[in-house]
């Protein structure tokens, strides 16, 4: 339901854009959101979006390098990565946001509930 393109390798400094394409319920969810893992560490948030694309969400790290977008026409979410530096590596996750919970919910890992498979950055130096 939630699949998750556009990882790979790139040098510091540089940028991917990520996108994350849904089925149409999926999709219709109150917001979608991008999450990443370090290896042997929990899912962390990194951006999300709302429904309707009006409320966007970033984590300080990303805040001034990355960019949430989403295309409803298209059912995909995008992840605009700028100026990655190495500690950006990791395995980046998309996920559609549960229903009924408040704005501060979408930042919270437990909010999401339906996940894709992940797709590998990998930032070199």
């Known amino acids: 339901q939630v699949k998750e393109s556009g990882g790979g390798l790139v040098q510091a400094g540089g940028s991917l854009r990520l996108s994350c394409a849904a089925s149409g319920d999926t999709f219709d969810s109150d917001g979608m959101g991008w999450f990443r893992q370090f290896p042997g560490k929990e899912r962390q948030f990194v951006a999300a979006v709302d429904r309707n694309g009006d409320s966007t969400y970033y984590s300080n790290s990303a805040k001034g390098r990355f960019t949430i977008s989403r295309d409803n026409a298209k059912n995909t979410v995008y992840l605009q990565m700028n100026s990655l530096k190495p500690e950006d590596t990791a395995v980046y996750y998309c996920?559609?946001?549960?229903?009924?919970?408040?704005?501060?919910?979408?930042?919270?890992?437990?909010?999401?509930?339906?996940w894709g498979q992940g797709t590998q950055v990998t930032v070199s130096s």
């Open positions: 996920a559609a946001k549960r229903p009924g919970l408040p704005g501060a919910a979408f930042t919270v890992l437990s909010a999401y509930d339906v």
